[in-house]
């Protein structure tokens, strides 16, 4: 009986959490696979035990986070899993193209396309940051 509590109990804060959140599992094993091609990128590197790799590890753990709370809202507003999925897709879309850069970075051929265009996001990426910088750093003068 005891049991049968502990086993509802577990289901509903599953369900609470994480709801019926298409594609979770593949998101977990692209994290999973992330963390190991970062760990070899690291090893090449040299900064195998880095404050940066620490880092990467609790983003992965605010990104379930950033899920739970997706799928909170979509249960306060009826969206039937419409955000928390959307949610899922573009961090397994990040995800994907971490793991592309770290096997480039360590060595492993990339096609050439989709090199081409991990140079064009890593550099616009950089511009926006630079972007963001000077806008606050001019509102700071005004």
Do not use: C
């Not at 190991?36 to 195998?48: C, E, P, Q, S």
């Amino acid at each position: 009986m005891l049991g049968d509590v502990n086993l509802e109990y577990l289901e509903a804060t599953h369900m609470y959490l994480f709801g019926g959140v298409k594609f979770l599992h593949l998101l977990l094993l692209l994290m999973a696979l992330d963390i190991v091609t970062g760990v070899f990128k690291a090893w090449k590197n040299g900064n195998l035990w880095s404050r940066k790799s620490l880092f990467g590890y609790s983003r992965k753990v605010l990104v379930l986070v950033v899920i739970i709370l997706a799928n909170v809202v979509d249960q306060i507003l009826g969206l039937e899993g419409a955000v928390a999925y959307a949610t899922v897709l573009f961090y397994i879309a990040n995800e994907g193209i971490s793991i592309i850069e770290n096997l480039a970075d360590v060595g492993v051929l990339v096609p050439q396309g989709l090199a081409d265009r991990l140079r064009s996001i890593d550099n616009s990426s950089e511009s926006m940051t630079k972007e963001i910088k000077e806008e606050f750093t001019d509102k700071d003068k005004e």
